[in-house]
């Protein structure tokens, strides 16, 4: 059974993390320009939609919503950058700039590698504060920066990546030791 027949009650969970967002199915065959990959294997936020394969089960899209909702997030402080405030869909130009572009497409896009970094970490929280064990956790960031390294376009050298998420679970860590 796939995501769409538990779509309001993924809906109702999603906006506990993010009033706004609208979950929707990635069926359009718009999602191909990124290849079969993209558009089968990887949820995609767009301004305060999130887009999910629809073949996906609902723990699947429950495993990503915290990472999600952080990209609207995101994409409303680019709004606040771009000069249209709070709404997400104005940050969406600039985000896409900063994410797709800058500083390089491929190989150096340091913006596109730390805001993934930022958006797992929130789930790295979420997680342990809700009693994850932070084993668990750890091997998922590092699964994570695996997948940002090899299907994210290289935004950074894997071993800065990796080095990267390490020291930025390290430190989250020791905040929630506090």
Same mark, same amino acid.
């Given at each position: ?38 558009? *089968? !294997?990887? @949820? ?14 609902? +723990?699947? $899209? ?53 805001? *993934? !970094?930022? @958006? ?14 932070? +084993?668990? $956790? ?41």
């Amino acid at each position: 059974m796939t995501w769409v027949n538990d779509k309001d009650v993924l809906q109702a969970e999603a906006r506990v993390f993010d009033k706004s967002v609208k979950l929707k199915t990635k069926n359009s065959k718009l999602w191909l320009v990124g290849g079969k990959n993209f558009k *089968e !294997l990887f @949820a995609t936020t767009l301004g305060h939609s999130i887009y999910i394969p629809s073949a996906w089960t609902s +723990e699947q $899209v429950r495993s990503v919503l915290v990472h999600e909702c952080r990209h609207i997030k995101q994409f409303r402080m680019f709004g606040w950058l771009f000069g249209m405030g709070w709404w997400a869909p104005a940050g969406i130009p600039l985000f896409l700039l900063f994410y797709a572009a800058v500083p390089l497409p491929i190989g150096l896009a340091w913006i596109r590698y730390r805001l *993934e !970094l930022d @958006a797992d970490s929130v789930f790295w929280k979420f997680a342990l504060k809700n009693g994850v064990d932070k +084993e668990i $956790v750890h091997q998922r960031s590092m699964s994570f920066a695996n997948t940002v390294f090899k299907y994210y376009g290289w935004p950074w050298p894997k071993p800065w990546i990796v080095w990267g998420f390490n020291r930025k679970f390290n430190k989250m860590l020791k905040s929630l030791s506090k």
